[in-house]
DNA sequence: ATCATAACGCTTTTT
DNA sequence: GCGTTATGAT
């Protein structure tokens, strides 16, 4: 071929790839293409990013770098240029010789690591590599940050001293060892708090700075408490490294120092992977960065998906830099924005454009959308948290149907704000979700599960040790802990070890009998570990320790979700069994939970409105969203109003908020509000204020513009201050039904005290659970017989939906609704 | 050893 | 205002 046929060549092999994905638009298929070296892909909020790296993942798998490069392979000639031709000319898809045409060096999918910062996000990509292309993307190596440099320590870590059957702590775990590490030198908690330190620590493997180095730096520095941290810092890896430990930290920091220090190791890895793809690239530290770079290193394929615009997690140590500077670190990086927004309507993207315009340090960036302009984003003032509560309740209501309860999303700054709208929407029956909060492995139970196996998994692990040894009570006091401490630190030996030889010490005389009973009782734990498959290995365990029969015993409504609890640990070991039959090993179960420590949402599918906090809601999107709480003080936080690097986090934290609205977005706010106990007021967040009022509702414009406080921006609104009931009420008035009432305080105007408006809603706590069906009859002591249609589990609750003969459909919660009713 | 009461202290969150 | 933890009394 001359240069003018291979140029032919190149750009109609590139046109037909190009068709292959032609349901993206034009900035998304370049992203797609672009596969050969650094990449940064700008990606506002709902512009298709995990599309585009899905389908650039699969052209890497089909086509290889054909897209992205510009040979020939060799003995090509007019015959492959006319097949491209005429397959250019056809329509419909690529057939399997032009798709041979098109193909250079087409990837393994082994070859490929696509790292995300959640297991939601690591999931979601599974799943959509495996809808595209099928078995062969289980070899993608998709997975966090976390999960994926625990399969190269599993490989290498030897090298630096570890058992390659290393435990995770987890940030609980962590504290309790830096709690016995001040306590042990002496140090007063209060003076050197074990977060601080901790926190202190984690800038430090941030920045790949080990103890000694630590410890030279804060020499030289003079600050005593630096000086302090370093000595903990020291005993506090020493600790680790001797429970055979790794933190969350280390897990990154020791990757990236095999990485770099053994030539070997990182040849190893390099020469593996091909394509690097890191998502959410604005929340990645600087370790992170490091670990990106090292695993591209040599051919830099490394493909960056961020946006620097929701940025929302400095506070743990994320740098924008690593987004801001991507160019700078890797020369000859190519850019692509996509700016095209799919998923909201006009007002809420120039809503979002406006808030987030105020930040400066941006790459600048504007979304826009071919959606239609929407309804109008609607303010509203209230008179407290319960009245707010009330207002976006009777909002749901107004809107049901058409609307669907899973299709309105509650978001909110801080968890404590929930507790206003659970009651509320408990008393009005609407069925509601609250992700985050107390996480399922964080319950106190099932960490005392956990550690059991944890300690049957490893008998060094002097920490979950001392978790379990006495819980249940066995007589093992903190005076013989202590004396066991004692004697394992001067000998060097796990405590389990000298616990296990009790009999040879003097010193634990009278607690050997005890001791000895405990060690028999792992013992013979781990002895059925062998025998047993692991769920009746986890039973047997749960009997044996006396657990279940400590719970059994309070026998009251407490013990009976945490015995609960410990039973649907087990549902999770079942759950690991059926994911991973390759390897049903206890060891594979607990590293599983260590950095799986999120339940996955079991009841996903159910029709129940959604609440949690804005950092929560990252990724997620919502037809209806409601953002509750928007006062200065709150929203922002009152610890960011003077700083400001960190009302730029909050106010993109905003942006995330607004951008998660689909089709109305709808944000509150309260004169009063009970914050940590007392009753404060705070004017309406700044950043609604910079919120052009064209794009409000009618009933939101504010009455007057009051003149400019010192400091605050023009354009800032202010709200009229009228009683609720005066300015008409709802937007939209709530479809008031008889059996519900509107809130748990009931609306200002009825001067209803706390007594509800419902009967048996405040003997809620008392009420027996009932286990109720879809199918089930009912007789109801007011409603009469009925037939239960749906049930929608609420926490420990349940929301019924009943058909009855007589009085219609009905909905009731389960745990209310029982003391008036009965199975039949 | 275990239970009771006082004191603290407190965004956001993943791994 | 609430939940967790530290300390003292039984």
């Not at 057939?95 to 959640?118: K, N």
């Not at 819980?471 to 616990?499: F, H, W």
């Not at 010193?507 to 000895?516: I, M, V, W």
């Not at 009932?770 to 109801?780: E, I, K, L, M, S």
Request: proline share 5%.
């Amino acid at each position: 071929m001359d240069e003018q046929q291979k140029q032919r060549f190149l750009s109609l092999r590139r046109e037909l790839i190009r068709r292959e994905f032609a349901g993206l638009n034009e900035r998304q298929q370049e992203a797609v293409l672009c596969t050969e070296g650094p990449l940064l892909l700008l990606a506002g909020a709902g512009s298709g990013k995990t599309t585009v790296l899905i389908h650039r993942i699969a052209n890497l798998i089909r086509f290889g770098r054909a897209s992205d490069c510009t040979e020939v392979p060799t003995g090509y000639g007019f015959a492959e240029l006319a097949a491209l031709e005429a397959a250019a000319a056809a329509e419909g898809p690529m057939d399997t010789q032009t798709a041979a045409l098109c193909t250079v060096e087409p990837v393994e999918p082994w070859r490929i690591i696509a790292i995300t910062f959640t297991n939601k996000a690591a999931n979601q990509l599974k799943d959509r590599l495996a809808d595209m292309l099928g078995p062969e993307a289980q070899e993608i190596w998709a997975m966090t940050f976390h999960a994926a440099c625990c399969r190269i320590l599993r490989r290498e870590i030897d090298r630096l001293g570890y058992d390659l059957q290393f435990t995770i702590y987890d940030t609980a775990d962590s504290e309790r060892v830096m709690k016995e590490v001040l306590r042990s030198l002496n140090y007063d908690e209060k003076a050197l708090p074990p977060r601080l330190v901790l926190r202190l620590i984690s800038q430090a493997k941030d920045a790949m700075q080990f103890p000694e180095a630590f410890a030279d730096a804060a020499g030289r520095g003079g600050d005593q408490r630096l000086a302090d941290t370093a000595k903990c810092y020291a005993a506090y890896q020493t600790r680790l490294r001797e429970a055979n430990a790794l933190d969350f930290d280390d897990i990154i920091l020791l990757t990236v120092k095999l990485l770099q220090d053994y030539e070997e190791v990182r040849v190893r890895w390099q020469q593996r992977f091909r394509y690097v793809l890191i998502d959410e690239y604005q929340d990645t530290n600087h370790l992170q960065y490091l670990l990106s770079a090292l695993l591209a290193g040599g051919r830099e394929n490394i493909c960056v998906v961020g946006d620097d615009d929701q940025s929302i997690y400095k506070f743990r140590g994320a740098t924008i830099e690593n987004i801001l500077s991507f160019e700078e670190r890797f020369p000859g990086a190519r850019l692509i924005r996509m700016e095209q927004n799919y998923r909201s309507t006009q007002a809420i993207l120039k809503a979002a454009n406006a808030v987030i315009s105020h930040n400066r340090g941006r790459k600048g960036k504007t979304l826009w959308t071919e959606n239609a302009s929407g309804v109008p984003i609607t303010v509203k003032e209230s008179f407290d948290e319960n009245e707010e509560a009330n207002y976006v309740a009777g909002r749901i209501f107004a809107q049901t149907p058409p609307a669907r309860f899973r299709d309105f999303a509650i978001l909110y700054r801080t968890n404590a704000q929930s507790n206003a709208l659970e009651r509320s929407f408990k008393f009005n029956a609407i069925p509601y979700r609250i992700i985050g909060g107390t996480r399922f492995f964080d319950r106190a139970e099932v960490k005392d599960m956990l550690a059991y196996l944890c300690l049957i998994n490893n008998r060094a692990d002097d920490l979950r040790l001392s978790r379990i040894v006495n819980n249940p009570p066995r007589g093992i006091g903190l005076k013989t802990l202590e004396t066991l401490r004692r004697l394992a630190e001067s000998r060097g030996l796990p405590l389990y070890l000298v616990l296990a030889d009790a009999g040879q010490y003097p010193a634990l005389e009278r607690s050997a009998k005890k001791l000895l009973d405990f060690s028999a009782l792992i013992e013979e734990c781990a002895g059925l570990l062998d025998s047993l498959p692991l769920p009746e290995f986890y039973d047997a365990v749960v009997e044996k320790t006396g657990y279940a029969r400590m719970l059994e015993e309070q026998d009251d409504v407490e013990s009976r979700t945490r015995l609960e609890n410990v039973r649907e640990l087990r549902s999770s070991l079942v759950n690991y069994l059926e994911t991973h039959p390759d390897d049903p090993s206890l060891h594979g179960f607990l590293e599983e939970i260590a950095l799986y420590t999120d339940i996955e949402q079991y009841d996903a599918e159910a029709d129940a409105v959604v609440m949690m906090t804005i950092h929560t809601a990252k990724g997620l999107e919502f037809p209806h969203v409601f953002l509750v709480g928007a006062e200065d003080g709150l929203f922002p936080s009152l610890r960011s109003m003077d700083d400001g690097a960190e009302l730029e986090e909050e106010r993109r934290l905003c942006y995330v908020a607004i951008t998660r609205a689909k089709q109305s977005l709808t944000v509150t706010h309260a004169r009063q509000r009970m914050l940590y106990g007392r009753t404060t007021a705070n004017p309406l967040s700044r950043f609604i204020g910079d919120i052009p009022r064209e794009l409000l509702s009618p009933s939101s414009k504010p009455r007057t513009p009051k003149p400019q406080s010192p400091g605050s921006r023009e354009g800032r609104m202010f709200y009229d201050d009228l009683p609720f009931a005066e300015r008409g009420g709802w937007d939209q008035p709530p479809q008031r039904r008889a059996d519900v009432g509107i809130g748990p305080y009931g609306s200002r105007s009825s001067g209803a005290g706390s007594s509800p408006l419902r009967p048996g809603a405040a003997a809620q706590h008392k009420a027996p659970v009932v286990d109720y069906r879809p199918g089930d009859t009912v007789q109801h002591s007011s409603f009469g017989r009925g037939m239960i249609l749906r049930v929608t589990k609420m926490g420990n609750d349940a929301m019924l939906e009943i058909a009855f003969d007589d009085k219609g459909t009905k909905r009731l919660l389960a745990n209310t609704a029982s003391a008036h009713m009965k199975k039949l």
